[in-house]
């Protein structure tokens, strides 16, 4: 097959960029071929969002023999618009096929459109009217042509939008079952067929006119009596196919290539009032986040003075203790009110809390690093951030107090991995080792309590704890991203 010109190159640009509004709205799956020399390939498939595809995976970039599809590569050598209804095994049914070709500069075919319907909705389409039938085959026309323009700027034409067919003289002439019910909530309980658009305050006058001036696709949306309407327009060109005698002779005085235009429309009323109020909650649940930080800033503040005033060693290292796991709650608390959502970042969560700990837990006259050798960017739900966070933090209270002794230096390594399905977080130490003797039940302690039941209650995960060659303290926790059954926690 000969290269492409330049202007080839545009018309199936235009063309690609149409496939998905044209499954939607034929609620069929929609293929452009490109034929070469003794095959074709599938350059794209558009799924409907309107109907479940006919076809369980993506059949973009498949490469087919012409004897393998000898109807399909028939239909592209005739260069000739062609249809068939039969039985498909990679479909799964009973499926019509059209195909429509795409026409180079010297009427060659360099592309084709294929469009596969379900018997279901073949069955459904022969029962709207005519002049919807009609019209969408003169879209499918349009659309080979390469005159649907700015179809990208078009929202997905879901099972919840309606659809109508305006005539070029501006007229009601089909509308679907949603379509009616969007208008009759407008206040428009008569039926709106044959009524032109003067007559209907809607809105759609001005919006199908200016598609029709503009020649390209538009979208909008808007506030109409109450309701919040998403309107795109298709404008369609030629002459209409449709008029009676007497609307032919009318037609003489408009403007002669306005077949009409195909307004597709969502009444999204209900899902922007939902979306205003998940952001008000949001925006209270995040005051309220923002005010339990500072209380426990407050806290911590008050826990520090009393900690200065102790009396005993061991009543200023409990408060210590105290004061650095409420610390943890608050870098929680204060990512949950800058962020949206019920989502954190672990890893900055976790740097937050190693910073922490190195300001207010480490002496300065211990030289004690702590230092991450690698850390993954990991998204999670809230809860299991803060159950993380709170085992980080008493793994490092454990690091810092049991680990080093009065030892005078030492370093803590960090490492944090998204490993798929799992989180592993790893921290050594090279501190004095563990006991021999040394098991979690054994040697339990509050720390070591609060690490056993987050781990186990809230992370469903594991812990353990070993001891290095080289001496230090090796703990890995091992827990999953979602809970079981497939859920997030």
């Not at 592209?76 to 618009?81: H, L, N």
């Not at 709207?128 to 700015?150: C, D, I, P, V, W």
């Not at 008000?280 to 923002?290: F, G, L, N, S, Y």
């Not at 105290?322 to 870098?331: C, G, H, I, Q, Y």
Request: hydrophobic share 40%; aromatic share 6%.
């Amino acid at each position: 097959m000969a290269p492409l010109s330049e202007g080839e190159r545009a018309l199936v640009g235009r063309v690609r960029e149409a496939l998905p509004i044209a499954a939607d709205i034929s609620r069929s799956d929609v293929f452009l071929f490109q034929p070469g020399e003794e095959e074709f390939c599938v350059a794209i498939h558009a799924r409907s969002h309107a109907m479940a595809t006919l076809f369980p995976s993506r059949q973009a970039g498949r490469c087919l023999a012409a004897e393998d599809r000898p109807w399909i590569w028939q239909a592209i050598a005739r260069g000739a618009y062609m249809h068939r209804i039969r039985d498909i095994p990679e479909a799964q049914g009973q499926v019509q096929q059209q195909i429509w070709p795409v026409l180079g500069e010297a009427g060659q075919v360099i592309a084709a459109v294929g469009v596969y319907t379900n018997a279901v909705e073949l069955e459904r389409h022969k029962r709207r009217s005519r002049s919807f039938q009609l019209a969408l085959e003169h879209f499918f026309k349009a659309l080979a042509r390469g005159e649907l323009t700015r179809c990208a700027d078009l929202p997905p034409f879901t099972d919840r939008s309606g659809i109508v067919f305006i005539d070029g003289l501006g007229r009601y002439r089909y509308l679907s079952g949603i379509a009616a019910n969007i208008y009759r909530r407008l206040g428009y309980l008569d039926d709106l067929r044959m009524r032109t658009l003067e007559e209907v305050a809607s809105g759609d006058q001005e919006l199908v006119h200016r598609a029709w001036e503009t020649r390209c696709c538009l979208f909008e949306e808007a506030l109409v009596r109450n309701r919040i309407l998403q309107r795109s327009v298709i404008p369609l060109f030629g002459s209409p196919d449709q008029l009676s005698f007497w609307e032919r002779r009318r037609w003489r005085g408009r403007v002669r290539d306005r077949y009409g235009a195909l307004l597709l429309v969502n009444d999204v009323t209900e899902v922007r009032e939902t979306e205003a109020e998940i952001k008000v909650k949001t925006a209270m649940i995040r005051e309220v986040h923002h005010r339990l930080k500072n209380n426990l800033q407050l806290l911590i503040s008050i826990i520090r003075m009393q900690r200065r005033r102790a009396q005993t060693e061991e009543a200023r290292d409990l408060l210590g203790e105290v004061m650095n796991r409420l610390t943890s709650m608050a870098v929680i608390h204060d990512s949950l009110a800058q962020g949206e959502g019920e989502i954190l970042n672990l890893s900055d969560v976790l740097t937050q809390i190693a910073a922490q700990t190195q300001m207010s837990i480490v002496a300065p006259h211990r030289h004690i690093r702590i230092r991450f050798l690698h850390i993954d960017d990991i998204q999670l739900p809230t809860n299991k951030v803060t159950a993380c966070a709170l085992v980080f933090n008493e793994l490092l209270l454990n690091a810092v107090k049991h680990g080093f002794g009065e030892h005078a230096s030492g370093e803590i390594r960090i490492q944090l991995y998204d490993r798929g399905e799992q989180i592993e977080l790893i921290m050594e130490d090279t501190g004095r080792g563990l006991p021999e003797d040394f098991s979690p039940e054994k040697n339990a302690s509050i720390g070591l309590d609060i690490i056993r039941t987050l781990v186990q209650d809230d992370l469903k995960g594991t812990i353990e704890f070993t001891s290095l060659p080289q001496g230090g303290v090796r703990a890995r926790l091992l827990f999953p991203k979602q809970a079981p059954g497939g859920q997030l926690q």
